[in-house]
């Protein structure tokens, strides 16, 4: 009996002291770990530790400082090659941007590119519908406007281009496609894509420098439209490049430069974290006018004009087409031979 009581006393005894050893090791286990940072965002944009899934770049976030690309739960640190580690305090004396690129991210950004796509497209549609696309003779005579390596350097930009933009759009609605392998491949092919447009960019841009600058009758061009809305066979005052081409040349070269300095900017993490803050608010605004030019011109390439396409597939563009919607340009061609 009284080995049993001493039995059963040992057991309390051992219970209790099994009791104390577990919950101090718990409670010292605790204080040495840090609650995990959660990455689920991350994980079903990009499927990776980085900070890449620039939503994380808001105020407040828990992730806002960024080392060596890794994301580390600090708060507001910079990433500079010379200042990395300070806290920051604006963007060279600018107050912060963390609350207004929070609220432009997560609420206005994907809603504006995809209400411009929806609004430019709808609205070529009822042009076609209701104007109609120009037809032009073109089994006339034709006169050389383009030259092998005008056709080479246009191509050579405006592919890369085009792949930018709908990679770029995949990134904007990343979580909306199912994120994973195939934004991450979109963003990849949008980094080597920007090198590609680089090159021929900065060529064509060479190339067509001198017929793409404003001249006084492109007002004329403007004031009807460019002849867009009506079949009418009035000459439209235009030169090699009528107003909305030059246009969308300066948006696509100068524009399209910018688009790449920052979206390096933005790959490298080259600056501050609210350098970089401001850095995706240009390139997400500039970007609306791109989308939107972009989707005109292939409009204006393809559908408005019958057989226009062919002008930058073989460098000929007939002699009525010529006359009537680059009347400027037929005349110097007509008055050199």
Known sequence: MYLIKIISSLKSILFFVLFLTLSFQISYGNQGV????DFSYNKKIYGTHQIE????WGISSPTAGVVSGSVMQMHGVSVGALDSGDKITGIR?????GQIFTLLQNKFFAPIFLGII?????AFFGHYKIIGSRKFNHHGKKFKVFS????FVHWGAAIPFVIICVTGLMMVFGDKLGGGLLIRSAKNIHFIATFVFIVFGILMFLMWLKPSLFKLYDIGWFKIMGGYLSQAKNPVPAGKFNAGQKIWF?????????MAATGLIMHYFYGDINFLRLTAIIHNVLGFG?????ITHIYMSIFAIEGALDS???GNMSEEELAIMHSFYYKELIAKQ
């Open 34 to 37: 840090k609650e995990p940072v």
């Open 53 to 56: 899934a620039i939503k994380n």
């Open 93 to 97: 004396g600018i107050s912060g941007l």
């Open 118 to 122: 929806i609004v430019v497209i709808a």
């Open 148 to 151: 092998k390596y005008n056709i």
């Open 250 to 258: 300066w948006i696509a070269t100068l524009g399209g430069f910018i």
């Open 290 to 294: 791109v989308i939107a030019m972009l």
């Open 312 to 314: 930058i597939l073989d």
